[in-house]
């Protein structure tokens, strides 16, 4: 289903995050999970100088999550009319969707081998038809837990979930599809993402729960001594490396998307209490099975290939989304894989 009309209107107080990234000009764009966290964003930056389109079935991204002027096309990247209709005359494709849950990963593995894996070969295949550049959504969560900080491109990959394999096979086919076919691709391998539209719920990140929490009085929930580490990216920064993916020369890569600093979880918890201004109590619970201890990206490539610097610091970052009025959260289709261990 083709839907041209307006979808933003209600909640453009959200939309349109600061960059100063020269993003594409004068093409036609496909977000797929477009109606989700992270590609609606990038659809927001998109819309004003191309034409985009979004792709998304609304399993867990949401229509009002669309900006005005997009393109709403309501369906799943698997369907092969559905998606010849999405691409026919595309330049240029932000992948953002598919089953972005670690736990539900463990519980569906083929379900999520199916939306995660399966669906970015048939788009690929898609792209290549069109010869259409992709820019993909790849994960912190291909490297399992890390055997040295900061985390490069080329750390021993040993994903511990589904998810993670699912990521790890989608990163190598883009990087195939460059070698064997000449299409340029770029994954991004997102850490953890946070920032507006972000959802809240069982599986939703932890900044948005300690949020919650926080505002309906606490006690903030730490899994564990809260010495876990983690890097968290704000998503306006994400939004920057998917515009630089999409002009860079170099193609058939792989780049860490992070800041290349990292915070404990515990000290995130203190941090949320203290902007959200709540005094409410931090309890800790029994650590979960197979949580990674630490996590921290080595962005020296996104540096030196995209040109990407991270401007927006943590503690602005929560202190942005508390002071937000813009009630709207997607549903995650694009930004994090479970409470603390993001994409």
């Known amino acids: 289903m083709t839907d041209d009309h307006p979808r933003g209107g ?32 990038i659809a927001d930056a998109l819309v004003a100088d191309n034409e985009v389109r979004v792709l998304d079935d609304l399993s867990t991204g949401r229509p009002r999550i669309v900006p005005d002027g997009a393109t709403f096309i309501e369906g799943d990247v698997r369907d092969p009319d559905t998606l010849a209709e999405a691409m026919a005359g595309v330049d240029l494709v932000f992948h953002e969707a598919g089953l972005v849950s670690v736990p539900k990963s463990v519980d569906r593995p083929t379900e999520s081998h199916d939306r995660n894996a399966t669906a970015t070969v048939q788009l690929l295949e898609a792209a290549r038809r069109a010869d259409a550049r992709v820019v993909l959504a790849s994960s912190v969560a291909i490297y399992g837990e890390p055997e040295s900080i900061p985390v490069a491109e080329d750390h021993p990959k040993a994903p511990g979930s589904p998810y993670g394999l699912d990521k790890l096979a989608l990163d190598h086919y883009a990087r195939l599809y460059h070698d064997l076919y000449g299409l340029e691709t770029v994954a991004l391998r997102y850490f953890n993402i946070y920032g507006p539209r972000q959802a809240s719920g069982p599986y939703s990140g932890v900044i948005s729960a300690f949020l919650d929490q926080a505002r309906s009085g606490g006690p903030l929930t730490v899994e564990g001594d809260g010495e876990q580490t983690r ?6 920064d994400v939004v920057d490396a998917n515009l630089a993916a999409a002009r860079t020369d ?11 600093e990292s915070v404990t979880i515990r000290e995130l918890a203190e941090t949320v209490r203290d902007v959200s201004g709540e005094d409410v109590d931090i ?11 630490r996590s921290r990206a080595d962005v020296s ?12 610091s943590l503690r602005d970052g929560l202190a942005d989304l508390v002071e937000s009025t813009d009630p709207t959260a997607a549903s995650d289709t694009t930004g994090s894989a479970d409470a603390t261990t993001n994409r």
């Open 10 to 41: 209600d909640h453009a107080d959200a939309r349109g995050l600061d960059t100063d990234r020269e993003g594409p000009s004068g093409e036609t764009v496909l977000v797929t999970g477009g109606a989700g966290f992270v590609g609606g964003h």
């Open 231 to 236: 890097d968290f990216v704000h998503v306006s």
């Open 250 to 260: 170099e193609v058939g890569t792989a780049v860490n998307v992070g800041t290349g």
């Open 283 to 293: 309890v800790h619970t029994d650590p979960r099975q197979g949580d990674l201890r």
């Open 301 to 312: 490539r996104a540096r030196e290939v995209l040109d990407f610097e991270p401007t927006t």
